[in-house]
T-cell receptor
Framework: SQTIHQWPATLVQPVGSPLSLECTVE??????LYWYRQAAGRGLQLLFYSVGIGQISSEVPQNLSASRPQDRQFILSSKKLLLSDSGFYLCAWTPGASGNTIYFGEGSWLTVV | AQSVTQLDSHVSVSEGTPVLLRCNYSSSYSPSLFWYVQHPNKGLQLLLKYTSAATLVKGINGFEAEFKKSETSFHLTKPSAHMSDAAEYFC???????????FGTGTLLAVQP
């Protein structure tokens, strides 16, 4: 069966520090991978999605970047965090074919202080 | 381009009365549409999905939604609300070769006793 793991679950980082959130998927190959952010009082905003290794599409201009070094690994990064980067980050995957269900990781709570 | 609009950020109903959560979409493709629910401090759960089959889709917990292409709508309904339905609900649209999923901003459903 397929599983998705995301870590760390929570972190508190000072403004200006770097960030790295990691996500891995097991039990499938060639998944579409996503990073979403859910800010307080707002919906889920798509940050990045990837249809293959090294292929990253950015949805909104921001202080973050994403990388996909391996087929089932998706990393969210920042060189210098801003207060506005605080929020709940979700990694997700879909099988790639149209209409399939999306599967979410456990999520990561980021507080920038 | 795809987008989804949830017309109400908050909906309050009395227990036992009908629920209507509204969603309108825009898509250049034949869309797939989903409703997800997120209970407090829990992950996202799929309620139902439309993928170009029957336009009236039945989901879990007594919810259903009707795809109306002429109105570009996918409203979520339930005949009788239960206290346990109190949660945040997200309408999601996807389509195209990449199966990118776009979330609405969410509707917070409150159920009064």
């Amino acid at each position: 069966s397929q599983t998705i793991h995301q870590w760390p679950a929570t972190l508190v980082q000072p403004v200006g520090s770097p960030l790295s959130l990691e996500c891995t998927v097991e039990g499938t190959s060639n998944p579409n991978l996503y990073w979403y952010r859910q800010a307080a009082g707002r919906g889920l905003q798509l940050l990045f999605y990837s249809v293959g290794i090294g292929q990253i599409s950015s949805e909104v201009p921001q202080n973050l970047s994403a990388s996909r070094p391996q087929d089932r690994q998706f990393i969210l990064s920042s060189k210098k965090l801003l207060l506005s980067d605080s929020g709940f980050y979700l990694c997700a995957w879909t099988p790639g074919a149209s209409g399939n269900t999306i599967y979410f990781g456990e999520g990561s709570w980021l507080t920038v202080v | 381009a795809q987008s989804v609009t949830q017309l109400d950020s908050h909906v309050s109903v009395s227990e036992g009365t009908p629920v209507l959560l509204r969603c309108n979409y825009s898509s250049s493709y034949s869309p797939s549409l989903f409703w997800y629910v997120q209970h407090p401090n829990k992950g996202l759960q799929l309620l139902l999905k439309y993928t170009s089959a029957a336009t009236l889709v039945k989901g879990i917990n007594g919810f259903e939604a009707e795809f109306k292409k002429s109105e570009t709508s996918f409203h979520l309904t339930k005949p009788s609300a239960h206290m346990s339905d109190a949660a945040e609900y997200f309408c999601v649209v996807s389509g195209g070769a990449t199966n990118k999923l776009i979330f609405g901003t969410g509707t917070l459903l409150a159920v009064q006793p």
